[in-house]
């Protein structure tokens, strides 16, 4: 590990941070995407640039991190679908569900990666149905941003690939709320 990687790290972080405050600055309504996805990347892109400049700051966050990466990784599409199928509320809760049982068996020191990444997998294959069911560009570009972020990632350049890669899901998430007019 170069410094240098942790200067690329920490600059995909402060990106992060940017998408995901734009995110914040663009929701007005009560939802769970707004804390379960925005500020949660934002929070993530703080703690990340922290982690990675720890040095020089002389603090050591890796707990911290280690939250906000778990949260991250298993709170972000659950919210985002929960919102979604608002209309259905057994649905939405379900959607819920998916995420908060993941996250925390991961705060409790059991993190269940398979159990992780098939409640991942399941919660991007539901943002397709919407996205096809209701015309929504952006919910496609979300669902690959997400398999980009959470499947796709190297384990090589994973602290710099995987906040550039929650930055472009954030981005085309709050994209997926906007007016949308079908052609008559």
Not at 16 to 38: D, E, I, W
């Amino acid at each position: 590990m170069s410094d240098n990687d942790d200067i690329n790290a920490s600059i995909a972080h402060v990106v992060l941070c940017c998408v995901a405050g734009q995110g914040l600055g663009r929701m007005h309504s009560k939802s769970f995407t707004h804390p379960g996805m925005h500020a949660n990347f934002f929070i993530h892109g703080i703690l990340g640039f922290m982690h990675y400049q720890s040095g020089r700051f002389n603090k050591d966050i890796k707990s911290a991190y280690a939250i906000s990466y778990a949260a991250s990784r298993y709170l972000a599409l659950p919210c985002l679908n929960a919102d979604l199928y608002r209309g259905d509320a057994a649905l939405s809760t379900l959607h819920l569900a998916s995420g908060l049982i993941p996250f925390a068996l991961a705060l409790g020191g059991k993190d269940d990666q398979n159990l992780g990444n098939l409640l991942i997998a399941c919660n991007i294959v539901s943002l397709c149905v919407y996205s096809h069911k209701n015309e929504r560009q952006y919910g496609w570009y979300t669902a690959g941003a997400g398999v980009l972020a959470y499947f796709i990632t190297t384990t090589v350049a994973k602290k710099i690939t995987y906040p550039l890669c929650l930055a472009l899901m954030d981005y085309c998430a709050y994209r997926v709320f906007h007016i949308h007019f079908t052609a008559a």
